[in-house]
């Protein structure tokens, strides 16, 4: 079966610290890979998806860059933190090619001090 | 932007009630789900329904689709405690969803 990860589960950075979260999904080949941000009570923001290996597209404009390494890994990073990059940070990935059914990770909550 | 908007934000019922929260979206879509989120948890799937679907049962939810009023509802029965969540709906093709800001659920004993 598949399942997807996500580390750190929480975080506290301060501002203009450089940030690295990193999701993986086991079981799977080829997955369409999702970068969610959750503002307190907010619905979810889409940052970056990702179709294959280095291919990465950028939602909104912001702090945050996204990367591809592996198939089924993906990183979100910052160089320096902003208050404003406070948030529930979501991992997805989805059957490639599709934008059915999306398996989210458990999540990092990231404190921005 | 947002696509699916629900309504109502939030809802408070006893333990036992029916729940029905309702989504409206702005253009025409391929499919709707439906998501819940425990608090502080990552999304789960609930229920997919297709454009070209009136409504679809799973359990105790219940999911109606209205593409001439652009609107979805999603209707759980005999509510448990364990159903306190906030639930969204998400529209989209191609290669990603978009979702809506979510109804809260908060559930009673």
């Known amino acids: 079966s598949q399942t997807i990860h996500q580390w750190p589960a929480t975080l506290v950075q301060p501002v203009g610290s450089p940030l690295s979260l990193e999701c993986t999904v086991e079981?799977?080949?080829?997955?369409?890979l999702y970068w969610y941000r959750q503002a307190a009570g907010r619905g979810l923001q889409l940052l970056f998806y990702?179709?294959?290996?280095?291919?990465i597209s950028s939602e909104v404009p912001q702090n945050l860059s996204a990367s591809r390494p592996q198939d089924r890994q993906f990183i979100l990073s910052s160089k320096k933190l902003l208050l404003s990059d406070s948030g529930f940070y979501l991992c997805?990935?989805?059957?490639?090619?599709?934008?059915?059914?999306?398996?989210f990770g458990p999540g990092t909550r990231l404190t921005v001090t | 932007s947002q696509q699916g908007e629900e309504d109502p934000q939030a809802l408070s019922i006893q333990e036992g009630e029916n729940a029905t929260m309702n989504c409206s979206y702005k253009?025409?879509?391929?499919?709707l789900q439906w998501y819940r989120q425990n608090s502080g948890r990552g999304l789960v799937h609930l229920i997919l329904?297709?454009?070209?679907?009136r409504e679809k049962h799973s359990g105790r939810l219940r999911v109606t689709l209205d593409t001439s009023k652009k609107s979805s509802s999603l209707l759980i029965t005999a509510s448990r405690a364990a159903d306190t969540a906030s639930y969204f709906c998400?529209?989209?093709?191609?290669?990603?969803?978009?979702f809506g800001k979510g109804t809260t659920l908060s559930v009673s004993s």
């Open positions: 997805a990935w989805s059957v490639r090619d599709s934008a059915y059914e999306q398996y």
């Open positions: 079981g799977t080949s080829n997955p369409n």
């Open positions: 990702s179709v294959g290996i280095g291919q």
């Open positions: 253009t025409s879509i391929n499919n």
């Open positions: 329904i297709r454009s070209n679907e």
């Open positions: 998400a529209t989209g093709g191609g290669t990603a969803l978009i």
